[in-house]
C-alpha cells in the first residue's frame, strides 16, 4: 500500500450522481466464518480523522473508529455465509455480500466506488478501484467496519469451539488452525471448498472407511 494516502479524490471525481458509497469486505481468505461487506456513506462534516486502509490500523483504532463512523455515516453490512461461500464460491459469494450490504444501507447511494476487481449486481453505478482502501476514504472506512464486524463474529464463533483459536486468528489458516483441525475435525462453519479443509475432510472420512 506504499505511496497511497486516502482522501476523496476519488468520491470527487464523480461529484454530482448523488450520495457515494464505498464498498469493501473482509474475509475472503479464511478457512472458517463468513464473508462479510460493508457499505458506507460518509458525511464530509463529521467523519472521524484517520480514516486508512483497516488492515494498517490497531484492532483498537479500528474499533475506535468503527464506533465514531456508527455516529455520523450511513453504514450497511452484508454477511454471506458458510453454506453460500460453498455451494457459490467465495468470489460469488462477496458480490453477494456486498450486495446486501448496500441494500441495508439507510441511504440508498447514487453511485458506489468498490474495492478490487470484481463488480456487484448493483442498481446504481458504480466503479472498481485496486486497493482502494487504501485511496478512498469511504472505501476505507467500509474495510474498518467490515473487518470489525467480522472479527466480532469470529470471537464470539470461539467461544464454542475454542481448539481452532479463532479469537486469533479470525478463522486463517495460521499454524495453530490447522492444528485445531488436525486433532478436533471439521466444524459447520469450516469452508469445505477450501482446499486445506477439504483435504483435511477427505483424509477424515478416508480413515473412518478403514
Known amino acids: 500500500m506504499a505511496g497511497f494516502t486516502a482522501s476523496f479524490e476519488i468520491e470527487d471525481s464523480f461529484a454530482g450522481q448523488g450520495p457515494i458509497a464505498g464498498i469493501d469486505e473482509a474475509g475472503r481468505g479464511p478457512w472458517a466464518g463468513p464473508v462479510v461487506a460493508s457499505a458506507v456513506i460518509l458525511d464530509r462534516e463529521t467523519m472521524p480523522e484517520g480514516l486508512c486502509d483497516s488492515?494498517?490500523?490497531?484492532?483498537?483504532?479500528?474499533?475506535?473508529?468503527?464506533?465514531?463512523?456508527?455516529?455520523?455515516?450511513?453504514?450497511?453490512?452484508?454477511?454471506?455465509?458458510?453454506?453460500?461461500?460453498?455451494?457459490?464460491?467465495?468470489?460469488?459469494?462477496?458480490?453477494?455480500?456486498?450486495?446486501?450490504?448496500?441494500?441495508?444501507?439507510?441511504?440508498?447511494?447514487?453511485?458506489?466506488?468498490?474495492?478490487?476487481?470484481?463488480?456487484?449486481?448493483?442498481?446504481?453505478?458504480?466503479?472498481?478501484?485496486?486497493?482502494?482502501?487504501?485511496?478512498?476514504?469511504?472505501?476505507?472506512?467500509?474495510?474498518?467496519?467490515?473487518?470489525?464486524?467480522?472479527?466480532?463474529?469470529?470471537?464470539?464463533?470461539?467461544?464454542?469451539?475454542?481448539?481452532?483459536?479463532?479469537?486469533?486468528?479470525?478463522?486463517?489458516?495460521?499454524k495453530a488452525h490447522r492444528a485445531g483441525l488436525e486433532a478436533h475435525g471439521i466444524t459447520e462453519h469450516h469452508r469445505r471448498s477450501f482446499a486445506p479443509v477439504r483435504v483435511i475432510l477427505e483424509q477424515a472420512q478416508a480413515g473412518n472407511e478403514i
Open 55 to 174: 488492515k494498517k490500523l490497531s484492532e483498537k483504532r479500528r474499533e475506535e473508529l468503527a464506533g465514531l463512523l456508527a455516529k455520523t455515516a450511513q453504514i450497511g453490512v452484508g454477511v454471506a455465509d458458510v453454506e453460500e461461500i460453498d455451494r457459490l464460491n467465495i468470489a460469488r459469494a462477496t458480490m453477494l455480500a456486498m450486495e446486501r450490504a448496500v441494500s441495508n444501507l439507510p441511504l440508498q447511494p447514487g453511485f458506489a466506488i468498490i474495492d478490487g476487481t470484481m463488480r456487484p449486481e448493483l442498481t446504481m453505478p458504480c466503479h472498481l478501484v485496486i486497493k482502494g482502501d487504501a485511496k478512498s476514504f469511504s472505501i476505507a472506512a467500509a474495510s474498518i467496519i467490515a473487518k470489525v464486524t467480522r472479527d466480532k463474529m469470529m470471537r464470539e464463533l470461539a467461544l464454542a469451539h475454542p481448539h481452532y483459536q479463532w479469537e486469533r486468528n479470525k478463522g486463517y489458516g495460521v
